[in-house]
C-alpha cells in the first residue's frame, strides 16, 4: 500500500512531558509541577528538551518526519498565566522552529496541552471564566512572536482528559474531585477558549489552519446484533457527542438535560457561536476501544454495558485493549455524524517494555506492529469511505514523562535514559524512517478473533 501523496507522517510531543528545564529563564510554575502523583517523579526534569532541542530536531530528521506537532508552555510564556511576558520563554520557540523549518518540518503547534500556570488555577482554573480572557492573551503573545512561520494551529488537546481526570476524578492535576455542574463548566470554557482563540488566529494569520484536538471514546457493538449496535449507538450520543457537537455544531447534546445536577445556566448568550467556529481541521488521538453489549432492564430498551474487560485482547503496558479496527470504526462513525474537515490522527501509538539487549538495542516490535496495523485500518477505510484523512502523527518522538505514571511507561520511537539523557533510536525509529522513506505499508493485516470470557 502506497501512502496517499497528501498524507503527512509526523511527531507528537508536549512541553511538559519533554522540556524539564522547570526554573530555567523565567518559567513560571504550572499546575503539574505541584500536583502530587503518589510514588512518581514529576516532569521537572522529563527530556531536558529545552536544552536538547536542536539534538531532537535531528532525530527527527533521521525518521524523516514531516510534521512535528509540539506545545507550547503556558508558564513559560507568561508565567503567571496573566500581566507580563517572558521574552526568554518565546525566543526559545522561535528557535525551535526555525530549526524545524530549516529541516524541512512542518510546525504544528499546540496552545494548551494541560501545563496550566499555577497562580490562574488558584483564582478556579478553568471553572473560572476569566481563565478564558487569559488564555487569549496568551495566545496573542505567541501568534505574534510565532504566527509569521507556524501555520498549523491547535488551540486544545484533549477536553475530556482536563474535565473529567483533571476536575472530576483528581487523577491529573489540578487533582479535583469536583461536582458535575463543575465540570460543566470546565467543559465550556474550554471550548470557549478553543472557539475566541480560533477566531483571533484567523484574524492574525491569513494562511492559518486552526483546529482541536479530541480523544474519544470508541463505543463498538460486541456483536453484530441490533441490540448491541443500539445499545453503542446511545452510548456515543449519551458519552461522546459531548465533545463533537459544541464544536461542530454549536450546540450541547439533548443528555446534558438528562444529567443528575447540570445547570447550563453560565452559558452567556452568543457563547455557542463563539464556540463553533468553522475548522479547519479536527485532530483525532486513539489508543483504544471499548465493547458494548446490549443491556436491558431500567434503562430501557437501549441500554447498555461496557463489556471490554471480559473481551480477551493483546494490552500494552498502560492496560489498554489492542484492537487496530477501533481506528478504522471511530473515523467511519465521525465521518458519518458530522460534517467533518479534515482528519487528522494527532495520537497513536504504545507502551511496550522496551528491554535493552546485551548490544544495546532495543526490539520493540510491537509498537512497530501497533503503528504499522493502525495506520494500515485508517488508511483502508479512508479510502473505502472517502473519509478526508489527510496524516498521522506517532506518539511519542522520544520516551518522556507520562503524566500520572511518571517515567515508567514508554511510548517513543527512541529510548530515553533517565539519568544521562542520551536518546537511543529503536527498532520502531527505523521502521518509521524506512516507511518515510518508502512512502510504503506493508499489505499485512491484524487478525485476532475476539474470545469471550464464559
Not at 502530587?36 to 532525530?59: F, M, Q
Not at 491529573?172 to 478553543?194: K, N
Not at 483546529?211 to 441490533?226: A, D, T
Not at 517513543?412 to 533510536?425: K, S
Request: hydrophobic share 35%; aromatic share 12%.
Amino acid at each position: 500500500m502506497k501512502l496517499p501523496e497528501d498524507f503527512i507522517l509526523g511527531v507528537s510531543t508536549s512541553a511538559y512531558q519533554v522540556e524539564g528545564a522547570a526554573e530555567a529563564d523565567g518559567r513560571g510554575p504550572s499546575i503539574w509541577d505541584t500536583f502530587n502523583v503518589p510514588g512518581t517523579d514529576n516532569g521537572r526534569s522529563a527530556c531536558d528538551h529545552y536544552n536538547r532541542w536542536k539534538e531532537d530536531v535531528d532525530l527527527m530528521e533521521e525518521l524523516g518526519a514531516q510534521a512535528y506537532r509540539f506545545s507550547v508552555a503556558w508558564p513559560r510564556i507568561i508565567p503567571d498565566g496573566k500581566g507580563a511576558v517572558n521574552s526568554k520563554g518565546l525566543d526559545f520557540y522561535s528557535r525551535l522552529v526555525d530549526r524545524l523549518l530549516e529541516k524541512n518540518i512542518e510546525p504544528w503547534l499546540t496552545l494548551y496541552h494541560w501545563d496550566l500556570p499555577v497562580p490562574l488555577q488558584d483564582k478556579g482554573g478553568w471553572r473560572n471564566r476569566e481563565t478564558v480572557e487569559h488564555f487569549l492573551h496568551y495566545t496573542s503573545q505567541v501568534v505574534s512572536a510565532l504566527g509569521d512561520r507556524v501555520k498549523n494551529w491547535i488551540t486544545v488537546n484533549e477536553p475530556w482528559s482536563v474535565t473529567v481526570l483533571g476536575y472530576q476524578t483528581g487523577e491529573h492535576a489540578p487533582g479535583e474531585h469536583g461536582s458535575t455542574q463543575d465540570a460543566l463548566r470546565v467543559i465550556h470554557h474550554l471550548f470557549l477558549a478553543h472557539g475566541r482563540a480560533s477566531r483571533l488566529i484567523r484574524e492574525e494569520i491569513s494562511e492559518s489552519k486552526v483546529g482541536i484536538v479530541l480523544n474519544p471514546w470508541i463505543p463498538i457493538p460486541l456483536r453484530s446484533k441490533v441490540e448491541d449496535i443500539r445499545a453503542a449507538d446511545r452510548a456515543w450520543d449519551e458519552q461522546v457527542s459531548w465533545w463533537f457537537e459544541p464544536v461542530l455544531l454549536g450546540r450541547y447534546p439533548t443528555s446534558v438535560e438528562e444529567m443528575d445536577g447540570a445547570d447550563m445556566g453560565f452559558v452567556q448568550e452568543g457563547d455557542l457561536e463563539k464556540i463553533s467556529p468553522p475548522l479547519d481541521f479536527l485532530g483525532l488521538n486513539v489508543y483504544f476501544p471499548d465493547f458494548i453489549r446490549g443491556g436491558a432492564g431500567e434503562q430501557g430498551e437501549h441500554a447498555y454495558e461496557e463489556y471490554g474487560a471480559l473481551v480477551n485482547l493483546p494490552r500494552t503496558e498502560m492496560g489498554w485493549r489492542v484492537y487496530p479496527p477501533a481506528i478504522a470504526f471511530l473515523l467511519s462513525e465521525v465521518n458519518r455524524r458530522y460534517d467533518v474537515p479534515d482528519l487528522y490522527i494527532t495520537e497513536t501509538g504504545c507502551a511496550t517494555p522496551d528491554l535493552m539487549s546485551d548490544r544495546d538495542e532495543i526490539h520493540d516490535l510491537y509498537r512497530i506492529e501497533f503503528l504499522r496495523t493502525h495506520l494500515m485500518e485508517a488508511l483502508e477505510v479512508g479510502e473505502a469511505e472517502d473519509i478526508p484523512l489527510k496524516g498521522l502523527f506517532a506518539w511519542s518522538l522520544l520516551d518522556n514523562y507520562e503524566w500520572d505514571q511518571g517515567y515508567e511507561k514508554r511510548f517513543g520511537l527512541y529510548y530515553v535514559d533517565y539519568e544521562t539523557m542520551q536518546r537511543r533510536p529503536k527498532d520502531s525509529a527505523s521502521w518509521y524512517a524506512r516507511l518515510s522513506a518508502t512512502r510504503e505499508l506493508s499489505s499485512w493485516k491484524f487478525s485476532c478473533p475476539s474470545q469471550l470470557a464464559d
